[in-house]
């Protein structure tokens, strides 16, 4: 088990990841090491009503997949691996997380309490699955097309139903989503345009389009009972890739990110010019970092997902200290 040494590094954000992250085993080896994560697991099944350090480490993988249990499955491990991290006693610049990841962001940043962003985040998925029938959405990602394009293709492809980008995640990544057949058919214009590749993805919903502004309503009424703080380090939102500071400005981001696209590369490229040349990735999987490097090849990129990650970690900002 790692050794926590307490250091203070420059230049450091912070980023959470989202759907699509999400793996059976995740976090295992981490509350392994660290037994003190077992109370962060148990508090947030009392709070979601079922074992989620069960569905984390044993799956199966097609409940965890489902949107309900993959948002607050994600937004505990991310948590559990935010605790292991604190005691190197680092402050970041910025704080961000991709999609669901914005709730672990903002419990990062002190915005609002563990136990909440829990309970917010399975009213959050139970919304998004209920917003779409079963089995009549897709989510894909296009390779090798411009933002122009994507957008283009969209719009030709609505004529069959809704379709839209829902994230634009790095130069030539673009996530589109929405109805099923407007998405394939928004895929074969790709295709006829230069797409690279296109790649369904294991996220069960269509979220960030116009799909989820019936979620995104359901939901405003639940933001409205969390007691929301200040912030305690900037957020760099989804909807408008800008830093978000005030109690009173959470609130309305979150309702607006549900239907928007996620601008995960300006938000990026917003960090960087607050300072920010060295991202650390906390919770499962490292497809931010791969996300960040195609934006910012020139920045430093590292994870927190298990011990050995950690320790990896450690090492690196100490040499940095």
């Known amino acids: 088990m790692t050794t926590l040494q307490p250091t203070r590094s420059s230049g450091i954000g912070l980023v959470f990841p989202g759907q699509g992250s999400q793996s059976v085993g995740m976090g295992r080896a981490l509350a392994e090491a660290y037994p003190n994560l077992r109370s962060l697991y148990e508090e947030a099944s009392s709070v979601l009503g079922y074992d989620i350090a069960g569905l984390c480490f044993d799956g199966p993988a097609a409940q965890l997949n489902l949107t309900e249990y993959t948002q607050p499955a994600l937004l505990v491990s991310s948590i559990a691996a935010l605790r292991v991290f604190e005691p190197l006693d680092i402050t970041p610049i910025a704080v961000a997380g991709h ?39 897709l989510v894909a990602a296009l390779l090798g097309l411009t933002e122009d394009v994507v957008k283009e293709v969209c719009r030709d492809a609505s004529a069959v139903g809704v379709v839209a980008a829902a994230n634009f995640n790095s130069p030539g990544q673009i996530v589109i989503a929405g ?134 970690t450690v090492k690196t900002l100490n040499v940095y200290r």
């Open 99 to 137: 999609s669901l990841g914005e709730y672990s962001a903002l419990v990062a940043a002190q915005g609002m309490t563990y136990p909440e962003a829990v309970a917010i985040v399975q009213k959050r998925g139970r919304y998004m699955a209920e917003a779409v029938p079963s089995g009549t959405g």
């Open 179 to 312: 109805e099923k057949a407007a998405v394939e058919r928004a895929i074969e214009l790709a295709k006829a345009k230069g797409c690279k590749k296109a790649i369904a993805l294991p996220v069960s919903v269509p979220v960030h389009t116009p799909l989820m502004q019936k979620a995104a309503d359901r939901l405003a009424g639940d933001l409205t009972a969390i007691t929301w703080s200040d912030l305690k380090i900037p957020l760099i939102n989804n909807a408008e890739a800008r830093a978000i500071t005030k109690a009173s400005d959470i609130q309305a981001s979150l309702v607006r990110q549900l239907p928007s696209s996620v601008l995960w590369e300006d938000s990026v490229k917003a960090m960087a010019s607050m300072g920010v040349t060295t991202f650390v990735e906390v919770g499962p999987g490292t497809v931010l970092s791969g996300l960040i490097k195609r934006i910012l090849p020139e920045a430093a990129t590292m994870s927190v997902n298990d011990p050995k990650s950690l320790e990896a």
